[in-house]
């Protein structure tokens, strides 16, 4: 069994700043891509940012120079600092990754269960 566990939502004024936090447990033999989408309510769930197991991160163009993703491997973890954050940026953000929980099997999606962002005055 493999679980995705996000922490680090919450309310935070227009320009400022957020860590989400993403932690990878379970039987686990790798970890490709990472990654963190968002759904705001009424609208469809969106890509905000992606890393590959080399590091190579690509971002949405609404969130460039704003959000920095990072990964930690030993520690199955993947990050997502947020700055400058704007009420656009309200959503359930969920963290996403694609895992082998062996070497006999291909990876699978995984998904967290979501945590909520509000970006408000």
Known sequence: QVQLVES???????GGSLRLS??????????NAMGWYRQAPGKERELVAAITS???????DSVKGRFTIARDDAKNTVYL???????????VYYCNAAIRPSS???????WGQGTQVTVSS
């Open 8 to 14: 680090g939502g919450g309310l935070v004024q227009p």
């Open 22 to 31: 993403c932690a990878a447990s379970g039987t686990i033999f790798s970890i």
């Open 54 to 60: 080399g590091g190579s991160a690509n971002y949405a």
């Open 81 to 91: 600092q947020m700055n400058s954050l704007k009420p656009e940026d309200t959503a």
């Open 104 to 110: 006999a099997y291909l990876s699978y999606n995984y």
